[in-house]
């Protein structure tokens, strides 16, 4: 059955960065498309950065230049390098699982993902 499970959150100060890890089982990896979404406390989840069945990748207009989402190559795995992190990035992050999605189109939409991890605390001071 499909697992993901993230890991590679923590607390760092203002300007820091953090590499969230996120491990895929149960379903054929590359041929999906994947997202990185969050949550802070009393707000809607929103998606940060997501990366289309062909490695295509799309940014969230607050993150961009900031993020970076790749898919590694030796395993069945997520990354999102987190880069200038400010306070307002404090949030639960979350890995997803999206359809086939190929060509230049990506989606930040959470309701084009239909797996989920269970999160990964993320805290900038």
């Known amino acids: 059955h499909v697992q993901l499970v993230e890991s590679g959150g923590g607390s760092v100060e203002a300007g820091g960065s953090l590499r969230l890890f996120c491990r895929a089982l149960g379903f054929m990896f590359s041929m999906h498309s994947m997202g990185w979404f969050r949550q802070a406390p009393g707000k809607k989840r929103e998606g940060v950065a997501t990366?289309?069945?062909?490695?295509?990748?799309g940014y969230a207009d607050f993150v961009k230049g900031r993020f970076t989402i790749y898919k590694g190559r030796a395993n069945n795995s997520l990354y999102l390098d987190m880069n200038n992190l400010k306070p307002e990035d404090t949030a639960v992050f979350y890995c997803?699982?999206?359809?086939?999605?190929?060509?230049?189109?990506?989606?930040?939409?959470?309701?084009?993902?239909?797996?989920w991890g269970q999160g990964t605390q993320v805290t900038v001071s």
């Open positions: 997803a699982r999206g359809g086939y999605l190929f060509g230049s189109r990506t989606t930040l939409s959470a309701d084009d993902y239909t797996y």
């Open positions: 990366i289309n069945s062909a490695r295509r990748t």
